[in-house]
């Protein structure tokens, strides 16, 4: 902080007089107060503008348009029902009563030898594609073509 420096005057001899300082203000509370003030200020209006979120909608469905929606065969579907106290039931296939036969229903839990086993043996082919795959790579045995940018 700055200081004010007061010089004496006076007889260097004579009768000596008690030195008078100048009183010295400490302004850092001050400063401090400002600063969470400007603070408080700046955060209460930013906080009081509007925001807006835009939130994007699925279109709606056209009916007199045909879908081209991809047919995934029954043996690849996995249907997993969730009942109370962690009991899992699933099924493999679509379950129609009025195309018999229905497909064996299996109860099973969550636990390491449950549902968790049979997902991944359902997934056990994509596994082995995906190492398979990587192996490949990194040993350098496949390499896939870099594409140019396209600039516009």
């Known amino acids: 902080m700055a200081e ?9 001899g004579g009768k000596r007089r008690a030195k008078k300082f100048s009183t010295h203000i400490d302004m850092t509370p001050m400063v401090d107060l ?39 065969p029954a043996w690849r579907t996995l249907n ?6 962690d009991v899992v039931y699933y099924y493999i296939g679509s379950a129609d009563p009025k195309k018999p036969p229905l497909p064996k229903l299996t109860k099973s839990d969550f636990s ?23 192996d490949k790579r990194q040993s350098g045995k496949l390499e896939l073509p870099i594409l140019p940018l396209i600039r516009k």
């Open 112 to 134: 390491k030898d449950g549902i968790r086993k049979v997902l991944l043996e359902k997934n056990r082919d994509l596994f082995t594609q995906i190492v398979t795959f990587r």
């Open 4 to 12: 004010i420096i007061q010089e004496e005057k006076g007889k260097k």
């Open 80 to 85: 997993i029902l969730l009942t109370d106290n």
């Open 34 to 72: 400002m600063c969470l003030l400007i603070t408080f200020f700046m955060l209460t209006t930013a906080f009081s503008k509007s925001k807006v979120m835009v939130i994007t909608m699925p279109e709606k469905d056209q009916k007199d348009q045909p879908k081209d929606q991809p047919k995934i």
